[in-house]
């Protein structure tokens, strides 16, 4: 368990979204934070992860946002904020990519390889050099190693964890294939629900903010947060839909004091034309 929160969140949630199967990057996600024994929702995509939420399937989920290579999975922030979905931590995961594949073969046997789209635009570099390779889009690393498995498909390779080779009793034909070593994924645990911590355990937090389309509008926000000693962690403009060429702005700040956040909050609701907390938790980085 990560936190006292979490051991209080697990103890009324009957089951953890996760998207994709056992032997996923998502699975790893929850064992860390729930432990290996907790019960839980394979999702064959995030709108299903944040439906089995909706529904109360499950009393939480977790979600990857973010990549260090292939950058943030944006429709998942507009998942978060257009079900009022609530962010109470966050998981920062070490991804090891491989190629795996039915044992007894070798690279040159293979034709194709499936993985999820984000495990794919990981490993750019290392595909590019098989050009002859078809690449083949699939719901989760681990989906697509199991489905090798049951198939018996020789001549297809997967891309995912040395955990889901072992599980599907695969073969890695080539180990961390990933462009950039130091690769690393962001999870958010969500629920439907707040779970608000003790002020003096938060130290940062995600919120949302629409500006009026005015020059300076963001330069002035952003004031606002350094003088309130935030530090800017992360930001993430999205289109809004009803009204083209205005965007959202979802961002993450971290903080020593809460009160230094809770002033900026204050100042912050009055200066945007909407403003919205998605999330108030302890920096998953420290």
């Not at 180990?175 to 994924?185: K, P, V």
């Not at 629920?191 to 938060?202: A, G, R």
Request: charged share 15%; hydrophobic share 40%; glycine share 6%.
């Amino acid at each position: 368990m990560n936190t006292t929160e979490t051991t209080a969140a697990t103890s009324v949630a009957t089951k953890i979204a996760i998207q994709g199967i056992k032997g996923s990057f998502h699975h790893q996600v929850a064992g860390a934070w729930f432990g290996n024994d907790a019960p839980l929702a394979e999702c064959m995509s995030f709108p299903a992860l944040v439906q089995s939420l909706v529904t109360k399937e499950s009393g939480l989920g977790i979600m990857a946002l973010e990549n260090s290579i292939a950058g943030s999975i944006i429709p998942n922030y507009a998942l978060i904020d257009n079900n009022n979905l609530h962010i109470i931590g966050e998981h920062y995961l070490n991804i090891s990519m491989n190629l795996m594949a039915l044992p007894g073969q070798t690279l040159s046997d293979i034709t194709e390889v499936h993985s999820h789209p984000m495990a794919l635009l990981q490993c750019t570099e290392f595909l590019g050099r098989y050009p002859h390779i078809k690449l083949v889009e699939s719901a989760d690393t681990a989906e697509s190693a199991r489905y090798i498995f049951e198939k018996e498909m020789k001549g297809i390779a997967a891309i995912g964890s040395p955990i889901a080779a072992e599980l599907f009793g695969l073969e890695v034909l080539a180990g961390s294939i990933h462009n950039i070593q130091n690769n690393q994924t962001r999870f958010v645990i969500v629920k439907t629900q707040n779970s608000v911590l003790p002020p003096e355990q938060i130290n940062k937090a995600s919120v949302k903010f629409t500006l009026e389309d005015t020059p300076g509008s963001l330069a002035t926000v952003l004031n606002v947060m350094n003088n309130c000693k935030l530090n800017l962690s992360k930001i993430q403009s999205m289109p809004i839909a009803e009204t083209p060429f205005k965007y959202s702005f979802f961002v993450d700040v971290v903080f020593e004091k809460y009160k230094h956040y809770q002033k900026a909050k204050t100042i912050l609701e009055l200066m945007t034309t909407q403003f919205k907390v998605l999330g108030e938790y302890k920096n998953g980085k420290l």
